[in-house]
């Protein structure tokens, strides 16, 4: 089952789900990650999702992006059933589709730059040059920089210059300014707001930071497994505003 970028052109869904449940162990000592979430984010929004510890946000981002499988329920990309695809699928779909960005940048400390991000355009269908890549997230001058020559700020940039130089149709995100101090932060989350507006891409963050949603199209509450509530926010603020 091949999936085309057709799928979630204007109009449709990036993802739907459908009654989604996650379940850890059995029994007694079973964990209840997910209770049935019914959730539908719609294609180019950036969107917040906000919560602690242990409430399920984390597992619906990886199921979503192909990384762990549904107890129950049903999850779609488009119109394209996540639940019922192979490994093999779900590798191209996110070898294809999905860009991730995580709380520790998974740089490898022997190569530069530009060669962290050419491990993933040598493998992409239509990818950005390298140094496009790098110049999107602010790092031209920075491009044959190791990552030990790097802040925390610039690794995580790099990162991010990984994740979207395959032009993924989605960028999940969990936790990435975890790591960083609130200037340095700020700093990431523009260049995930510059990524969502001028790419088009669906971005997806993951944090405890209730102060992120600010910058969001949609902010869903999560709350033991469960969504306690889904906001849309008509006031967006620059990230340079946003305090935490």
Known sequence: MAISRRTIEAGHAAFETRNLTKTYGEGEAAVHALRGVDLTIPAGEFVVLLGPSGSGKSTLLNILGGLDSASEGQAFFGQEDLTAMSDRQL?????????????FYNLMPSLTAEENVEL??????????????????????????????????????????????KRPTVLLCD??????DSTTGRE????????NEELGTTVLIVTHAAATGAMADRIISFADGAIRDVTLNDTKLDPKDIHW
Request: charged content about 20%; aromatic content about 6%.
């Open 91 to 103: 590798t191209q779909y996110r070898r294809n589709h999905v860009g991730f960005v995580f709380q």
């Open 175 to 180: 936790e990435p300014t975890g790591a960083l």
């Open 120 to 165: 993933v355009t040598e493998i992409a269908r239509d990818p950005m040059t390298p140094s496009e890549a790098l110049s999107l997230v602010g790092l031209t001058d920075r491009i044959t920089h190791f990552p030990a020559q790097l802040s925390g700020g610039e690794q995580q940039r790099v990162a991010i210059a990984r994740a979207v130089a």
């Open 188 to 195: 990431v989350l523009r260049v995930l707001r510059d990524v």
